[in-house]
């Protein structure tokens, strides 16, 4: 595989950077139930208190949100409502103060919170995806565990399946957050030099503190591949969201060594997305992308760049040619880098965990599929697709890979 233009990016970012911010700790937990005694959960909880930059105390509020959940005819008798909560608040207490009942989680950044019990906190917190999954469903996600590898449109896939349940993940990226990724990873400027992997478990604590996330900020490499396929802890589900072929090409000789399904994206530009499914978990022996490389491997005669070996696994019927244009100049450093637009990455998030979830519920799914809104939404697409097909077709063949 020749050099990476990626490579290249990551070297200079390296020589650049600026001195980096100590590694992230994900939340402390401190459940008062489990101490010894009342005198001993006071104590500890002075303590956190008195380390804290700002407690955040929301108990009740979510207490009584869980009681309407569990029992919803109540909101339609609001005179039953407070001696109900009543009731409720002092059961779930059970006999101690209430600044001691459900659970306190300390931040990172110093903020402490006062939530229920792990179990209500993610029941609650999943109650509305109820009638769009079954309870028998949710608890399936809530102990899968997901592997993403590659947080820019990564990082996307990550919080979208935490937010629908997923509880346990490992993530890698190598890079760190760079000002011109804000216009498509929501973060802020306040993390610009931040490693990825930090910003991205911070947004799953920050929905869910009892939730999961082992992060290697090194990228998936040979080092790093044995924390991922960790035999104690090995994932269900592994969703590559890298740029880099060599990491590829690795992911699934290891997915298919361990027998893992891989979900695959690739943001074709501006409303158009390809993704893909590997099931190493039924056929060890699965072609990696479809076969699609060595097949343009052959038809080349040699080795292929990093710009032809992506290329060989984007769907060319199907790729715009302002996406085909953008990214033969970014791989050779004519442009800012690879061009990606907020909205197709929200696309690809919501595609990706529909994808990942039919793939834990043991569903059929298509090796591979596209998504294209101006099909849907340009009444001329047909003939407007038809002639950016061919531009595309004739990138293509200024590089030897088209006929």
């Given amino acids: 595989m020749s050099h990476n233009v990626r490579d290249q990016e990551r070297a200079l970012n390296s020589a650049l950077r600026r001195e980096k911010r100590g590694a992230l700790t994900e939340p402390t937990i401190f459940i008062?139930?489990?101490?010894?005694?009342?005198?001993?959960?006071?104590?500890?909880?002075?303590?956190?208190?008195s380390g804290a930059t700002r407690v955040?105390?929301?108990?009740?509020?979510?207490?009584?949100?869980?009681?309407?959940?569990?029992?919803?005819?109540?909101?339609?008798?609001?005179?039953?409502?407070?001696?109900?909560?009543r009731n409720f608040r002092n059961s779930y207490a059970n006999g101690a103060p209430e600044e001691l009942a459900g659970s306190w989680v300390l931040y990172d950044n110093g903020a402490l919170v006062h939530l229920l019990h792990s179990d209500d906190h993610y029941r609650l917190r999943t109650s509305r995806n109820i009638g769009l999954f079954t309870r028998e469903?949710?608890?399936?996600?809530?102990?899968?565990?997901?592997?993403?590898?590659?947080?820019?449109?990564?990082?996307?896939?990550?919080?979208?399946?935490?937010?629908?349940?997923?509880?346990?993940?490992?993530?890698t990226d190598f890079d760190q957050l760079a000002l011109s990724n804000l216009n498509r990873v929501s973060s802020s400027l306040m993390n610009?030099?931040?490693?990825k992997t930090d910003i991205v478990a911070q947004k799953v604590w920050d929905v869910d503190p009892f939730?999961?996330?082992d992060a290697e900020p090194r990228g998936f490499n040979k080092d790093s591949m044995?924390?991922?396929?960790d035999p104690k802890n090995m994932p269900d589900v592994v969703?590559?969201?890298?740029?880099?072929?060599?990491?590829?090409?690795?992911?699934?000789?290891?997915?298919?060594?361990?027998?893992?399904?891989l979900v695959w994206l690739i943001d074709m530009g501006d409303g158009v997305v390809q993704i893909g499914t590997e099931r190493y978990d039924l056929d060890r022996n699965y072609p990696p992308f479809h076969g699609q490389l060595d097949k343009m491997r052959e038809r080349m005669g040699r080795e292929l760049s990093f710009a032809e070996s992506l290329l060989a696994i984007f769907n060319n019927d199907r790729l715009p040619s302002r996406m085909a244009d953008s990214f033969v100049k970014a791989c050779s450093n004519q442009g800012a880098g690879i061009?990606?637009?907020?909205?197709?990455?929200?696309?690809?998030?919501?595609?990706?965990?529909?994808?990942?979830?039919k793939v834990l519920l043991k569903e059929r799914v298509v090796p591979e599929f596209f998504i294209d809104v101006d099909e849907k939404a340009d009444p001329d697409y047909a003939r407007n697709r038809a002639n950016d097909q061919e531009e595309t077709y004739r990138i293509l063949r200024g590089m030897g890979m088209r006929s």
């Fill in 226 to 229: 044995a924390r991922m396929f």
């Fill in 239 to 261: 969703v590559d969201a890298v740029d880099s072929m060599q990491a590829k090409i690795e992911m699934r000789q290891a997915c298919r060594e361990h027998g893992v399904p």
């Fill in 192 to 195: 610009i030099g931040v490693d």
């Fill in 339 to 357: 061009s990606q637009l907020a909205g197709t990455v929200s696309i690809c998030a919501g595609a990706i965990a529909r994808t990942v979830r």
């Fill in 137 to 171: 469903e949710q608890a399936l996600f809530c102990k899968s565990r997901v592997a993403v590898c590659g947080l820019s449109v990564g990082g996307a896939c990550v919080t979208t399946l935490s937010a629908e349940g997923v509880r346990s993940f490992f993530i």
């Fill in 211 to 213: 939730a999961r996330v």
């Fill in 32 to 49: 008062p139930r489990n101490e010894t005694s009342q005198t001993a959960a006071l104590r500890r909880l002075d303590q956190l208190k």
């Fill in 56 to 85: 955040h105390d929301i108990y009740e509020e979510v207490l009584l949100e869980l009681l309407l959940a569990d029992k919803p005819q109540l909101k339609s008798a609001p005179d039953r409502v407070m001696e109900e909560f």
